[in-house]
Nanobody, 117 residues
């Protein structure tokens, strides 16, 4: 399974970006997809997740500003509005596949978001 993230870039505070992630390969059983943020010098943290049934979960810091969506069973997007300098960092897409009750987790390569103040 490969996860390809795209859409990062440089934006001013208050601006918007849209990240996309597409899963390819043996994606049968892809259940939850999500975005994680790693700020410079910090650990990777959850931003948002979405299940195959479109149930969503958000970190408190992004509620009301970010929206995760499932474009199709193998792709998702993250609409990021009202960006803040603290949102700067690498955003990784994540996929969870469940087959025969066994969970497999995959990560994309990350896309860099820089928010200038």
């Amino acid at each position: 399974v490969q996860l390809q993230a795209s859409g990062g870039g440089l934006v001013q505070a208050g601006g918007s970006l849209r990240l996309s992630c597409v899963a390819s390969g043996s994606v049968f059983g892809l259940y939850t997809m999500g975005w994680y943020h790693q700020a410079p010098g910090k650990q990777r943290e959850l931003v948002a997740t979405i299940t195959r049934g479109s149930s969503t979960n958000y970190a408190d810091s992004v509620k009301g500003r970010f929206t995760i969506s499932r474009d199709n069973p193998n792709a998702m997007s993250l609409q990021m509005n009202n960006l803040e300098p603290e949102d700067t960092g690498v955003y990784f897409c994540n996929g969870l596949i469940v087959r025969d009750s066994v969970k497999y987790e995959y990560w994309g390569q990350g896309t860099l978001v820089t928010v200038s103040s």
